[in-house]
Every structure is written in structure tokens, then in C-alpha cells.
């Protein structure tokens, strides 16, 4: 029904916004990933996704159409409705996400909250062929590739500081290109924290 909206911000959390155009605020549902790209910014033109069911119309947003369209293809696995892929969504870039569903590494999925060992190795299963051939691009810059333990617990922790996962998983990748041989949590964080 729509295709996007762009207008004011007029409220925002981290799982929603209000979107103002035309004098119409709009209440939209948003992943982590979207909010982190404009947690700053005043203005926005998120592509949306309309769910309808029979008691409710739930709008949700996002900020590029390549995390609008692995929404729409997580829905579309039996067990995930929108609030599901909301969370994965919100648990892992689109990259990674896509990278995961291609390597078949149903540990990252079986991570995310609500995402049990049968509901993981069913969206490998059901996407493993759809999303091979989307081409997801991830500002950050960091190409999609298994996490070492060490550095998720960084992000998971640097996260829980209110560092913006996305300049958080930059500020990793360019302390762990420098320093290889880090392989404590603690030491790992350290070193970012000092690069921010």
C-alpha cells in the first residue's frame, strides 16, 4: 500500500517512530539496524511494509530496500511473523544475516531471541536460494564473514555502553586488523573504547 514515507521525526526509540508528513504522524515499527542509521538525523524516508491482520494494521520501516525486502522474506518462513524478523533484524545486519543463511550457520541464527535449533534450519532451508541472489551492502563496510566469539562479546558489551552497533563494528574490525593476536574480551574493548 505504501511504498515509503518521508517526513519529520517527531518521536524515537530504538523499536519505533513517529513519522510525521503532511500533518500525518505515523506510527512505524523499526529494526535496530534502521534506528542506528538515523538515530541523529531529524528526517527520514523509510520503506515500509503494511501487515495486515484481522484486528490490526501494523506499519513497519526501513531504511534501505534491500533490509525491506529480507523482512519480507523472513515472513514468508512458516513460524516467523513480524515481530520475529523484527528481532533478527535488530540482532544482526542484513549481512549478516544473508551470510549466515548462505553458509548455513544456523549457531548465529539460533542466537537471536525466539529462534530455536528446527525455526533456524528452516530459514536456511526455505531462503538459502531467494537470498543468494539479493546483493545486500552493509555501510559498515565490514564484509560478511563468521564473528569470532571475542569480538560478538566486544559488540554485545560496547552495545550495552550505548555505542551504536554500527560504529561499534567498524571500530572493532579496524582495532582487530591492527591487533590480531587479541583474544580477551576485555583487552578487545579496551582497545576500542580508545579508538572512539
Known sequence: MYA???GKITFKTPTY????????AYYINISLNTFSKIEKSMEAKLYTYL????DDLSLYGFYDEGEKLLFEKL???SGIGATTAQII???????????????EDDVSLKRVKGIGAKTAKRVILDLKDKVSKMNITDDSGIAARRVSPVKEEALAALMALGVVKSKAEVVLARVMKSNPDVDQVEQLIKLAL???
Open 17 to 24: 517512530i513517529y513519522l510525521e508528513n503532511n500533518g500525518i
Open 51 to 54: 501487515q495486515v491482520k484481522e
Open 4 to 6: 515509503y514515507i518521508k
Open 75 to 77: 515472513i514468508s518462513v
Open 194 to 196: 580508545k579508538q572512539m
Open 89 to 103: 533484524l535488530s540482532s544482526m545486519t542484513p549481512k549478516e544475516i544473508v551470510s549466515a543463511i548462505i553458509n
